[in-house]
């Protein structure tokens, strides 16, 4: 019997490249398959968070439109920014020009704004004392905070020897207006952030003035200036939580 001729032989080299390869083709499988599940791990995360995000946003706009609804049907005006989440209560039924104390206007404006804070955030939040009422939807959002916020218009203020400039006025308008409302209903003090069980638990309110720097409406015009002269009422949901650890 003949012997094959060694030049036909495949060569033990040749087997040994052979072989490597395809382990190399193996591994490459291997690790595209794992990327690609990890790819689709973090998109579906990243669906569950929008998904969380946008529920967070129609919670808010819920929120705002019953507070609004309960202004407008006791004949306060208000404009409410959905997109946003403010509430914009108008200079004109708050302040006087250059002023920071409220007319009695404004003082009943914010005693009816007072009401409808207590009404309608006890299914929203949390308080220090007392836990959501049984009649409240079990909602998977809460407010993490309101932004108390003075605007004025770019019109250079005087100083009176108490507020020197546009800061101090919008600030002290924004303290003002949160005083009154505490002021008629103390127990909006106890609207937190959080469970009081929850060591970051912090109170809801918070107030900030911006003077002329944040205008709605760009025009130097009077009517203008009057649209910019304003309190905004900002409505800040809290983020989701990421899920503990095992």
């Not at 002269?229 to 900002?234: Q, V």
Request: net charge negative; aromatic share 8%.
């Amino acid at each position: 019997m003949s012997e094959v001729p060694s030049s036909l032989k495949p060569s033990w080299t040749e087997a040994s490249e052979e072989s490597y390869y395809v382990s190399i083709s193996d591994m490459l499988i291997g690790l595209l398959f794992l990327f690609i599940i990890m790819l689709m791990y973090v998109a579906l995360q990243l669906r569950e968070t929008t998904d969380v995000l946008k529920t967070s946003e129609q919670t808010r706009t819920e929120l705002l439109q019953k507070i609004s609804t309960y202004l407008t049907e006791r004949n306060v005006a208000a404009e409410a920014d959905f997109e946003a989440g403010v509430l914009r209560l108008p200079d004109e039924i708050l302040f006087e020009k250059g002023r920071d104390d409220p007319k009695a206007e404004g003082v009943r404006a914010l005693r009816v704004l007072a009401d409808a804070f207590e009404q309608h955030l006890p299914c929203y939040t949390y308080r220090r004392s007392s836990s959501r009422p049984s009649e409240c939807a079990n909602e998977a959002h809460n407010v993490e905070a309101i932004f108390i916020e003075g605007h004025t218009d770019s019109d250079r203020f005087t100083s009176n020897g108490r507020l020197r400039d546009n800061w101090d006025l919008s600030a002290a308008r924004a303290s003002n207006t949160f005083r009154i409302l505490d002021g008629y209903k103390p127990t909006l003090g106890d609207f937190l952030s959080d469970a009081p069980s929850d060591p970051e638990a912090s109170a809801l309110f918070s107030i900030a003035g911006y003077a002329d720097e944040r205008p709605v409406d760009p025009g130097s015009d009077e009517l203008a200036k009057s649209r910019n002269r304003r309190i905004d009422i900002r409505i800040v949901m809290a983020s989701p939580k990421a899920p503990d650890a095992d």
